[in-house]
């Protein structure tokens, strides 16, 4: 899986997960990831990081215990029990940090 390559719909291994943590901002976007902040405002809890949040149709490939930053910045492991899909426009309120 790169940024160049958009044949595939979601991450389906546990390697392609791992990977989006190694890649920039810019190629996230590429992939469908969308920014929630921007990282040079500094803004607490992302200690200018961006948080890019994952599409929502990715929900249901999400792995069991694949670690997530929410919306307010409180880390978690995916669940499906307790994660729910809830979404805005088009993407859920957790991603990875980057």
Request: hydrophobic share 40%.
């Amino acid at each position: 899986m790169t940024p160049a390559h958009h044949e595939w719909l979601h991450p389906t291994t546990n390697t392609e997960w791992a990977l989006l943590r190694t890649l920039a901002a810019n190629d996230l976007k590429a992939l469908g990831l969308r920014c929630w902040n921007e990282p040079d405002a500094g803004a607490v809890p992302f200690s200018g990081k961006q948080l890019m949040l994952l599409p929502a149709e990715w929900y249901a490939h999400i792995p069991l215990d694949y670690k997530l930053v929410d919306i307010n910045g409180r880390e978690t492991r995916f669940n499906q029990n307790t994660h729910g899909n809830d979404q805005r426009r088009g993407y859920l309120a957790y991603g990875i940090l980057v």
